[in-house]
């Protein structure tokens, strides 16, 4: 987790300093190209070519339509508002996922996950505080990042049955990639001097994050993983304040944690539950 942390705060920091001369699909062409390259090699080198194929297209595109819209949106936020804002924001995802997979997969909304989504919207209402007067409408554009990376991991749990993480990956560079390098043509920008290596940053940053966290998993229960990973906002929240002269909003980290509470209970419930059907299933 600490690698999962360090990844997101670096990747912030690239994107925002690429901002001000690199347009987010140019930005999103290079992390897909890095991420294609990366993968092929490991893929290769293990020769293990078999999970270059997937039986599942019609949903990897899908998914990665919805991962690319949501990528898109995340970086242009960066670029837009105080970096504690946008991690703020992003923790939404797992409420929108929940309500996402209710509608979709026929999960059941029981009062604990009805609970998580009211201190989630609460946190949300404290955050953008939508009033004529401090209204952001930048903020939208984070809230529809976030609901495409629900949308995107809600089709992740359905491949994850049938495909190998790095099968997921590769065809998440593999569709974006045409996709970005069309959408930044018209806007094409050669990068210069110390900017190749925020892009090189961005790309193995992402790459990084997704690697470490499913790692982290397999070594703690979610809940401890989830907890953990909201060490991200006052980290982020720092970053921003010694690197960017960001001010520490009282709002955001009162929006954060209300949305961190509701997270908690919504997976702690969620292990609870899971802990009894295992324990009935052993017993029976």
């Known amino acids: 987790m600490v690698g999962t942390l360090l990844s997101f705060s670096l990747m912030a920091i690239g994107v925002r300093e690429l901002g001000g001369s690199i347009s987010p ?62 991690f703020a924001l992003e923790f939404t995802v797992p409420l929108w996922t929940l309500m996402i997979a209710c509608v979709f997969l026929g999960e059941k909304l029981t ?41 995107s991991y809600v089709a992740t749990k359905s491949l994850s049955l049938t495909e190998s993480p790095l099968t997921i990956l590769f065809y998440m560079s593999l569709i974006q990639l045409p996709i970005s390098l069309v959408l930044m043509l018209s806007d094409w920008q050669t990068p210069q001097g110390g900017e190749w290596l925020y892009l090189l940053i961005v790309g193995l940053t992402g790459l990084s994050a997704h690697y470490c966290i499913a790692k982290a998993m397999q070594h703690a229960d979610a ?25 520490v909003e009282l709002a955001v980290m009162m929006g954060g944690l209300l949305m961190v509470v509701g997270n908690i209970i919504n997976v702690r419930a969620s292990n609870k539950q899971t802990y009894i059907e295992t324990k009935a299933m052993a017993e029976g």
Request: contains cysteine; glycine residues 8%.
């Open 111 to 151: 009062k604990v996950k009805i609970v998580s989504l009211g201190l989630g919207l609460l946190g949300v209402i404290a955050i953008i505080q939508p009033t004529a007067a401090v209204f952001n409408p930048a903020s939208l554009i984070v809230l529809l990042a976030a609901v495409s990376f629900a949308a």
């Open 25 to 86: 699909f140019e930005m999103l062409f290079f992390r897909s190209l890095i991420g294609l390259a990366v993968i092929s090699t490991i893929v290769f080198y293990r020769r293990q070519q078999k999970l270059l194929k997937t039986e599942r297209a019609a949903l990897q595109i899908g998914r990665n339509l919805m991962n690319f819209l949501g990528q898109y949106c995340w970086f242009l936020g960066i670029t837009l508002l105080p970096l504690a804002e946008v």
């Open 223 to 247: 809940s401890v993983v989830v907890t953990l990973d909201f060490l991200r906002l006052p980290l982020i929240a720092v970053v921003g304040m010694l690197f960017y002269g960001e001010a």
